[in-house]
C-alpha cells in the first residue's frame, strides 16, 4: 500500500529544492559586469558593485521565467483565437502587451544564443533587443552573436540599417500629407453602430481594428 501522504511530502520537497536551485541561479559573474564607481569611496563602491551583481542575476533570472512563460501562453493562444484570449490573460496578471513583448523578445533572444555568448543578451537593455528586432533578421543576429559578435558590433549593424533606409527615404516621392481628423469623427460618431451589424461585418471589423491596434503599438 502506497503512503500517499508520504509521497506528497517528498515531492513538496522536491519542489522547494528545486526553486531554491532556480533561484539562486547565478546567470552572470562579477567579471562579465562594468564597474561601479559612483563615489571616491572604495568601500561604498565595493557595496555598490555587490549590489549590482545580485540586482542584475535576480533580475535577469526573473525576467527570462517571466519571458518562457508568457511565450508558452502566446504560442498556445495563437492558433485558438488569435490574441484575443492572450491580451485577456495578460490583463488577468496585470501585464500589458508591450511588457510582455519586451519579456519574450528578451528570453527567445537568449535561448537561441549557444553556450557563453548568453551572457552578451543579459545585459543588453529592453530598447536595444527592440532594435535587433527591428532589424527583422532573427536568425541573422543570432548567427552573428554565436560567431562572437560583441554589442558594438550589432551596434554597427543597427546604424548601417537605419542609415539605409533613410537613404531609400530619400529616393521615394513626398508623402502626400493625410488628414485623420475626418477618419476619427466619423468613427467616433459611429462605433456603437457596430454592435447592430451583421454578424459577418462585425468579424470583418474587428479584424481591421486588430490590425490598427498593432500599427499604433509598433508591433
Same mark, same amino acid.
Given at each position: 500500500m502506497i503512503d500517499l501522504s508520504t509521497l506528497k511530502s517528498k515531492l513538496e520537497t522536491l519542489e522547494t529544492q528545486e526553486e531554491v536551485k532556480e533561484s539562486s541561479l547565478v546567470l552572470l559573474q562579477q567579471g562579465d559586469l562594468p564597474v561601479v564607481e559612483l563615489t571616491d569611496s572604495e568601500e561604498i563602491n565595493a557595496f555598490l558593485q555587490n549590489k549590482y551583481f545580485e540586482y542584475i542575476n535576480l533580475a535577469q533570472g526573473a525576467a527570462l521565467k517571466?519571458?518562457?512563460?508568457?511565450? !508558452?501562453? %502566446?504560442?498556445?493562444?495563437?492558433? %485558438?483565437?488569435g490574441e484575443i484570449t492572450y491580451c485577456k490573460f495578460l490583463n488577468v496578471i496585470g501585464t500589458n502587451r508591450m511588457t510582455a513583448l519586451r519579456y519574450r523578445?528578451?528570453?527567445k533572444l537568449f535561448d537561441s544564443i549557444q553556450g557563453e555568448y548568453k551572457k552578451i543578451v543579459l545585459l543588453f537593455r529592453d530598447d536595444f533587443i527592440a532594435k535587433i528586432y527591428a532589424l527583422n533578421d532573427f536568425e541573422g543576429v543570432v548567427? %552573428?552573436? !554565436? +560567431?562572437?559578435?560583441?554589442?558594438? +558590433?550589432?551596434?554597427?549593424?543597427?546604424?548601417?540599417?537605419?542609415?539605409?533606409?533613410?537613404?531609400?527615404?530619400?529616393?521615394?516621392?513626398?508623402?502626400?500629407?493625410?488628414? %485623420?481628423?475626418?477618419?476619427k469623427e466619423d468613427i467616433f460618431n459611429n462605433f456603437n453602430k457596430i454592435e447592430t451589424l451583421d454578424y459577418d461585418k462585425q468579424i470583418e471589423v474587428e479584424k481591421y481594428l486588430k490590425k490598427i491596434d498593432k500599427i499604433l503599438k509598433g508591433e
Open positions: 517571466y519571458g518562457r512563460l508568457l511565450e !508558452n501562453v %502566446f504560442q498556445k493562444l495563437k492558433e %485558438f483565437d523578445r528578451r528570453a548567427s %552573428f552573436i !554565436n +560567431d562572437g559578435a560583441t554589442k558594438e +558590433d550589432l551596434e554597427e549593424w543597427i546604424a548601417e540599417v537605419s542609415e539605409e533606409k533613410k537613404e531609400i527615404r530619400k529616393t521615394l516621392p513626398e508623402p502626400i500629407q493625410i488628414s %485623420f481628423s475626418v477618419y
